[in-house]
């Protein structure tokens, strides 16, 4: 019998391929157009931007699984699933490797300044005129806030350039060769480049507020590919607006899609439209990972990989 399941946020059409020659019948929570889709749906599925709460739950009283297609599930109200029997599963491991390419590329492009460079090109500034001098990012210092899969991933990267690394995180690892410190300030006062790769949440919200900022510096960059929760951003731009810090190289933001129009004014910034693990292969591989968690649940065999909370 075809499963019935519900997206909770837009999904990208090779998912979509892959849920309906698996036979799910996929209602769209935002258009609902059978009225008995609510009681018949046992599955959410959605990505890292999925919102999932007590409200959402409490229409749905047969969903038992949420899938979410990204390794961070900070939408989700994983104490209220919990409560209600639900099992949260996410995709962790298949977009590591792009996340850390994605923040060794703005540590580089904000430090080398590559848009502006290619912007004095493209603007023909070149021919009376010579781009200014830069400081040297090989053998930088590099802190990282997270030394999970994503922070161990991008500290590996950044030892291939000769990086000094630092890091902080909820426990000191022993198993790497790194600096730990033990607060975010004191690791923001150590390093050129502070990288932020922790999950969204409340535990994490506005880590990165104006005593950090201020420990940075004014020869400091911030870079964060986590969430944007995690850096208090009206402080960041009045940060960046005085000079305060360097620059900032931002992949994901407060309100996304709609970005702050100071911020995208500033000239020391570098801003992408979140795609960290936005290429063809991770994204089939967090579809591919997302579809195996339900067919295990329905197949009532172990969930490849549920979130910690449900383990
Ligand atoms: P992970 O393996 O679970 O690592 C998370 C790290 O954050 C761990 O080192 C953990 O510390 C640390 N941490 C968690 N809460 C903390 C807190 N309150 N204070 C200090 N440190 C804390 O996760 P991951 O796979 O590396 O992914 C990290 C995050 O990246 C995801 O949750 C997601 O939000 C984000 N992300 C963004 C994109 C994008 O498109 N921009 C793509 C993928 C992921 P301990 O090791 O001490 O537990």
Not at 68 to 97: F, M, Q, R, S, W
Not at 101 to 127: C, E, H, T, Y
Not at 243 to 250: F, M, P, R, T
Request: charged share 20%.
């Amino acid at each position: 019998m075809a499963q019935e399941i519900m997206q909770v946020s837009p999904l990208p059409p090779f998912m979509m391929k892959a849920l309906q020659e698996a036979d799910f019948i996929v209602h769209d929570h935002t258009h609902i157009k059978d009225p008995g889709a609510l009681s018949k749906v046992t599955a959410l599925i959605g990505t890292g931007s999925a919102k999932v709460d007590k409200k959402l739950l409490t229409m749905l009283p047969h969903v038992k699984l949420v899938a979410i297609c990204g390794v961070g599930y900070d939408g989700v109200d994983v104490e209220a699933c919990k409560e209600k029997g639900i099992v949260v599963t996410h995709t962790p491991g298949v977009l590591t490797d792009d996340v850390a390419d994605l923040a060794m590329g703005l540590v580089l492009s904000i430090g080398r300044r590559i848009p502006q460079a290619d912007k004095f090109v493209r603007n023909g500034d070149w021919v009376d005129d010579q781009f200014a001098l830069v400081h040297k990012v090989s053998g930088a210092r590099i802190g990282i806030v997270g030394m999970g899969r994503i922070g161990r991933s991008i500290a590996k990267r950044a030892a291939a350039f000769d990086m000094r690394i630092s890091y902080t995180c909820r426990e000191a690892k022993t198993d790497v060769p790194y600096a730990f410190h033990q607060t975010v300030t004191q690791l923001a006062a150590e390093v050129d480049y502070l990288v932020v790769a922790v999950p969204g949440g409340d535990s994490t919200k506005n880590m990165v507020g104006a005593s950090v900022l201020k420990a940075l510096g004014n020869k400091g960059y911030l870079i964060n590919i986590a969430r944007g929760s995690v850096v208090d951003q009206p402080v960041l731009v009045q940060t960046l607006k005085d000079k305060e810090i360097a620059g900032a190289a931002l992949d994901v933001f407060w309100d996304e899609p709609i970005i702050d129009p100071e911020l995208r004014r500033l000239p020391n910034v570098v801003l992408t439209p979140h795609i960290a693990s936005a290429t063809v292969e991770t994204r089939q591989a967090m579809a591919a990972l997302t579809l195996s968690n339900l067919q295990a649940f329905y197949e009532r065999r172990a969930l490849p990989t549920p979130v910690p909370e449900c383990q």
